[in-house]
């Protein structure tokens, strides 16, 4: 049985800002929906490729190697301050910034933090019947949320001032993909 809670607290997850959303919603502004949509199917695969292995082997993992977790938010870190940083100097060179790409939104949601939560936390156990529901359920909430930030960067391009608008948003998602970055390394010095 699918549950208020989970669908409750796995949507305010996928909707709060965070390195995937961002990549959606500046691809909504830089391609329109269509862009956004063919974006979708490496969303997913990020997603079931974090969220599988570490729903079956992460609570042991954990366990057995304490550091586990906090290489993995090590790595989504490192890897959303690149992404923050390639994001403002595409800008610096005179360009409205590069094409978002399958490859970068695949290797952002795999090192996506949210997917350590989803499937330690809100998913319930793979040996459960439930798992498969939920897991399905899941996906269609992934892609519904994708249209949303993909729908909010399409408004950014409506009248004549699209493209200061899309340079100002791709400004202020490089800052807060670094801000992001930075938490979870102050997060990690912390923990």
Same mark, same amino acid.
């Given at each position: 049985?699918?549950?208020?809670?989970?669908? !409750?607290?796995?949507? =305010?997850? *996928? #909707?709060?800002?965070? $390195?995937?959303?961002? +990549?959606?919603?500046?691809?909504? &502004?830089?391609?329109?929906?269509?862009?956004?949509?063919?974006?979708?199917?490496?969303?997913?695969?990020?997603?079931?490729?974090?969220?599988?292995?570490? !729903?079956?082997?992460? =609570?042991? *993992? #954990?366990?057995?190697? $304490?550091?586990?977790? +906090?290489?993995?938010?090590?790595? &989504?870190?490192?890897?959303?301050?690149?992404?923050?940083?390639?994001?403002?100097?595409?800008?610096?060179?005179?360009?409205?910034?590069?094409?978002?790409?399958?490859?970068?939104?695949?290797?952002?949601?795999?090192?996506? $933090?949210?997917?350590?939560?989803?499937?330690?936390?809100?998913?319930?156990?793979?040996?459960?019947?439930?798992?498969?529901?939920?897991?399905?359920?899941?996906?269609?909430?992934?892609?519904?949320?994708?249209?949303?930030?993909?729908?909010?960067?399409?408004?950014?391009?409506?009248?004549?001032?699209?493209?200061?608008?899309?340079?100002?948003?791709?400004?202020?998602?490089?800052?807060?993909?670094?801000?992001?970055?930075?938490?979870?390394?102050?997060?990690?010095?912390?923990?």
């Amino acid at each position: 049985m699918i549950t208020l809670a989970f669908v !409750s607290g796995a949507l =305010a997850l *996928l #909707l709060a800002p965070g $390195p995937t959303n961002t +990549l959606m919603g500046l691809a909504g &502004a830089q391609g329109g929906l269509s862009r956004v949509i063919r974006l979708i199917p490496a969303e997913l695969a990020g997603y079931a490729t974090a969220i599988l292995p570490l !729903s079956f082997l992460g =609570a042991a *993992l #954990l366990q057995a190697i $304490p550091g586990f977790g +906090l290489v993995l938010k090590g790595a &989504a870190a490192i890897w959303i301050a690149v992404l923050a940083i390639k994001l403002w100097r595409s800008l610096s060179t005179g360009g409205k910034g590069k094409e978002i790409s399958a490859r970068r939104v695949f290797i952002t949601t795999c090192l996506n $933090p949210k997917a350590l939560v989803f499937s330690l936390v809100l998913l319930p156990s793979p040996q459960t019947e439930g798992f498969v529901p939920h897991l399905a359920l899941f996906a269609v909430m992934v892609i519904g949320v994708a249209l949303v930030w993909g729908g909010l960067g399409v408004m950014t391009q409506i009248s004549a001032a699209g493209t200061k608008r899309l340079m100002i948003l791709q400004r202020v998602a490089s800052a807060w993909l670094m801000f992001v970055s930075v938490s979870l390394l102050v997060n990690i010095s912390l923990g």
